[in-house]
């Protein structure tokens, strides 16, 4: 069990300390998208949902999970933002919204988590306001797309 980061001798699931690391300019990018019908697509677009402006509660709700992944994902170390972005894109050949987050921090740990799920409850916020309209939305292709930062450096998918 000692090659598991989240995991003591035991098995237990732990905190990792964080202490020792330097803190540093990290940041990382995520995407994913809510498959709609045509219809529901439009109804966003033309601002005409009864719940309101779909995409300016969308990006709240993203921004706002953002900053509580802590108390949302066990284990994650609590971080102070300096940076949460939550774009949209109106894609009729999905049809749908693509999403796409951006998180930035000067810490000791990185904030992959931060930018995933800004863009889990931008998507399930999109679905909330638009269920009433189209039930069978579909959110897929939740995914880190890039990070920067700490010890193990840059990726990109």
Known sequence: MSDLTHADEAGRARMVDVS???SSDRSARATGS???AAVTLDAIKANGL???DVLAVA???G???AKRTAELIPLCHSISLTDIAVEF???DSLPGVRVDTYARTHAP???EMEALT???AALLTIYDMAKALDRGMTITGIALLEKSGGASGSWKR
């Open 50 to 52: 009864k719940k309101g």
């Open 34 to 36: 809510i498959r709609m």
């Open 59 to 61: 990006r709240v709700a």
């Open 109 to 111: 740990t990185g904030v």
């Open 63 to 65: 921004i706002m999970a």
């Open 89 to 91: 894109t109106l894609d």
């Open 118 to 120: 800004a863009a889990a």
């Open 20 to 22: 020792s690391k330097d």
